[in-house]
């Protein structure tokens, strides 16, 4: 075999074997030096950090409340506090939850003391925020009570005959003799009453916002529905939208449907045709249809 050819890769001249002797050895020099020298940078050690990690949680809180006065807070309930309401407030991710939790059981926190129980916020958040709670005139007049125990107010008293009022023509003077009603309350039930022009029945006035189970029934010991003149009726096959949306029942959206319906359908005779609208509130139908003209 011939390998002349192959001999002549290898021929070099002397110089060219001198620098690949000096390249080889660069090399082993420079793989030893990287293999023993560290050439990692050494960590310093900030002597303030241990001072900066000891006053972190005065920074979180500072940071809490900076974010709290931010925002210009007005008077709330704070049983309807929503999740971004929460966080503006300064309230955990957990705060929040129990607070809806407790309100989906259908309860409600009358005090900042029970508020903070049941959502089990800090001391420093309750101080600050517990100013602006604002409860139902019941709640404040029901603490009123409670306070001065002894007192008895004449319109109570066990010798005192019970006259039951016509809820339609009373008055808000009547009204407010009522346990836990205001005149703040009093006035809502006087200007639902106006819109409709007359109750038909007492549990209508389960739909006045503020009333609790406890005064409805004080209500409807003193008051019973006993005339219904100035009833409000409205023509529910000639109404335009605008006019059916006026009507305490409507909102917008089922006048629109109302009228949908009348225009593609024959008109509407009884009151089983309007459980046939979309949207109707089939559980108050037999309500509504009091205040129908068909």
């Known amino acids: 075999m011939n390998f002349k050819w192959f001999s002549s890769y290898f021929s070099f001249s002397k110089s060219q074997r001198t620098g690949l002797l000096v390249l080889l050895v660069l090399i082993v020099v420079l ?38 006065s931010g925002s210009r807070l007005y008077p709330f309930n704070p049983n309807y506090i929503s999740d971004y309401k929460g966080y503006k407030l300064g309230m955990s991710v957990q705060e929040i939850d129990r607070l809806l939790a407790y309100r989906k059981q259908n309860k409600f926190v009358n005090s900042a003391e029970e508020f903070q129980k049941v959502t089990k916020v800090s001391d420093s958040l309750i101080s600050r925020i517990a100013p602006y709670f604002k409860f139902p005139d ?48 009093a006035q809502r039930i006087l200007s639902y009453r106006e819109s409709l022009g007359s109750f038909v029945v007492m549990e209508q006035l389960n739909e006045v916002w503020g009333l609790s189970p406890e005064v409805l029934v004080n209500l409807n010991k003193r008051f019973k529905v006993k005339s219904q003149l100035g009833i409000k009726k409205v023509n529910i096959n000639n109404a335009s939208i605008k006019e ?9 959206a089922l006048a629109k449907q109302i009228v949908i319906y009348r225009s593609m359908n024959e008109p509407i005779v009884e009151t089983t045709d309007l459980t046939k609208i979309k949207g109707m509130p089939n559980d108050k139908i037999k309500i509504i249809a009091l205040y129908l003209d068909f």
Do not use: C, H, M
């Open 31 to 68: 793989q030893t030096v990287y293999f023993f020298v560290d050439f990692s940078l050494p960590i310093k050690n900030n002597p303030k950090k241990n001072t900066w990690l000891s006053v972190q949680s005065e920074i979180d809180s500072l940071k809490e409340q900076a974010r709290f």
């Open 138 to 185: 019941w709640v404040n007049e029901k603490r009123k009570s409670s306070s001065i125990s002894s007192y008895r107010n004449p319109v109570f008293t066990t010798s005192e005959k019970l006259v039951v009022l016509d809820i339609n023509t009373a008055s808000l003077e009547d009204l407010v003799k009522v346990y836990g009603i205001g005149e703040v309350i």
């Open 244 to 252: 059916l949306a006026q009507f305490p029942y409507f909102k917008y």
